[in-house]
């Protein structure tokens, strides 16, 4: 069965300072690797995918992530954080299937 | 807006009451979905609807019973539930289930659910 690990329950950066969120997966057969991030009060928002190509996947709000299959890893990375981006972060996985699998989240708290 | 809608945003209900959450999709999606979360756990998958059939009851008690009456609504009707059911219910939507591509899910704000 497909599963998603996020070790960090928290993350803390200060503001201009680059940050990583970390995301382990395992599944049969090829991935297909999500981020989406939660403000409060709010929905599920998707940051970017991973489906096949570029170890390195870009999306919004300057934010890129790298897939390291060896590792079976997606974390999510930004070169500099901004006071905004403070909020909660899934990762996700789906096997090809229709079930996306998500992580328990990691919460960014980003310091000006 | 993400163009999935849930109603209401917040319900307290008693353990013998019966009530209903409502999730409506603007996006002229095929497939629907109810999540559950809950604080520091993953978020978990209850149904999977596609075009208005049901594919997915991820073994989820009965006093939940969710309803799909055509593919741009999605009920979740709760009856006799637990205090340990207390969570937000988050409804989403994507362009199919089985279609390479398609896979980005959309989500509503979601349901806080309080049951005493």
């Known amino acids: 069965a497909q599963s998603v690990a996020q070790p960090e329950d928290q993350v803390n950066v200060a503001e201009g300072n680059p940050l990583t969120v970390k995301c382990t997966y395992s599944v049969s057969g090829n991935p297909y690797l999500f981020w989406y991030v939660q403000y409060p009060n709010r929905g599920l928002q998707f940051l970017l995918k991973y489906i096949t190509g570029d170890n390195l996947v870009k999306g919004s709000y300057g934010f890129e992530a790298e897939f390291n299959k060896s590792q079976t890893s997606f974390h999510l990375k930004k070169p500099s954080a901004l006071v905004s981006d403070s909020a909660l972060y899934f990762c996700a996985v789906r096997d090809g299937g229709f079930k996306t699998i998500f992580g328990a989240g990691t919460r960014l708290f980003v310091k000006a | 807006e993400t163009g999935v809608t849930q109603t209401p945003r917040h319900l307290v209900m008693g353990m013998t009451n019966k009530k209903s959450l409502k999730c409506e999709q603007h996006?002229?999606?095929?497939?629907m979905y109810w999540y559950k979360q809950s604080a520091k756990k993953p978020l978990e998958l209850m149904f999977v609807?596609?075009?208005?059939?049901?594919?997915e009851n991820n073994s989820v008690p009965s006093r939940f019973s969710p309803e799909c009456p055509n593919s741009s609504h999605l009920f979740l009707h709760l009856h006799t539930l637990q205090p340990e059911d207390s969570a937000l219910y988050l409804c989403?939507?994507?362009?199919?289930?089985?279609?390479?591509?398609?896979?980005?899910?959309?989500f509503g704000s979601g349901t806080q659910l309080s049951v005493l």
């Open positions: 996006l002229g999606h095929n497939a």
């Open positions: 609807y596609s075009l208005e059939e049901r594919v």
């Open positions: 989403a939507s994507s362009q199919g289930v089985w279609e390479q591509g398609h896979e980005k899910l959309f």
